[in-house]
């Protein structure tokens, strides 16, 4: 064993767990509000539609600030960035315990989604540092994994504790945890500084053009749009399109046990998909199966009765569907290499979260005023079309080839 792979192999998950926490965090802060939604606008008297701001800020600033974040990765490095993103976070967390004024919340929540690119971005460069190719799809699983269990989190612990202890105490809470897990990551989430990275000279459009000139690349951001869109989509929405379903209907309370069905096969998917894809050395033909999965389980999932039906088709679902982000990003970095894997991921989650903004804008408006949402549902199905025709057709298989910008 080389002094390099001693050093790597004891400390790696202790640096990967780290960013585990930052990046359930981030998940956790952004939709814990998301169950609150009727609560809200009850304590502060405004519009449903001032309330989803709240989540939507989200994605919109995603998009704003994706770019930037990733080149100042490749730039300062993953572990200056993910602790500006953590402290940016939990400061902002802090500020909604200030709960006396809806405008606190929104300064909270805007603050909170301006930290969240900075944590996100940082996990490619992470994982090419402290992990070698055979493993890079397994450990960026595990960070999707910590994302996905950020938002169970978020939506499955905030509604008690509201119950039992009040929106102020409640929010102190996951400042606190916050708080927490950002000092877990200055303490553990260090760079591996027996793996030399040159730090990127080039101006952030100069690195961005450079990593459009990769076809594949371009066609892989293509892919995210998409198939993230779709599943921002179909998350966002699924309390209203599953609501008509059967004589008596789908509640909130049952909708939101699909959406949690979804998110723990999905964690367990983004930990079991990986670690194959790495052992068989393949990419291609595991997002094809996210994609093929996604295009046979929407339609019965978003019409079907059946409430057992629907939380094994929402845990299926989770389970092949949502290991493609993990796939996505370990190709993206495969594609980009090391130096550029920071603006590269940059690129590919502005892409993503583009995605999200517009087709979760859309829905509503091609459904307009049917109480059956058969339109948004077709929309989903012809994007994961897309999807699965760019997979298999154009995009190349990136393990074991120098696919570089």
Known sequence: MTTENAYKKPYRWAVLMAYFGVAAMCQMLWLNLAPLVSFLQNKYQVSELAVSSLLLSFPLLYVLLSIHSGTLIDKKGYRYVIILGSVISSVFACVRIFDGNFYMLVIGQTGIAIGQPYIINGISKLVSDWFDKEESATATGIGTAGMLIGM???????????????????????AVISIVLTLIFIVFGKENNLVKHTPSAMSAMGEIKALLKNKNLVVLCAITFFALGVFNGLTTWLEPILKPNGPNGINAEEAGLVGAFLIIGGILGAVIIPVISDKLKMRKPFLAICCVTALLIIYPLCTMSSLNMLYILGAVLGFFFLPGYALLMAMCEEMSGADKAGAATGLLMMSGNAGAVVVIALM??????????????????????????LVVGPLKETFNKEVTA
């Open 364 to 389: 509503p408006i091609i459904n307009g005023e049917n109480t059956v949402w058969t339109a948004p549902i077709y929309l989903m199905l012809a994007l994961m079309v897309v999807s699965l025709v």
């Open 152 to 174: 169970a989190v978020g939506m499955g612990l905030t509604p008690a504790l509201n119950e039992s202890m009040g929106f102020q105490q409640n929010m102190m809470v996951f």
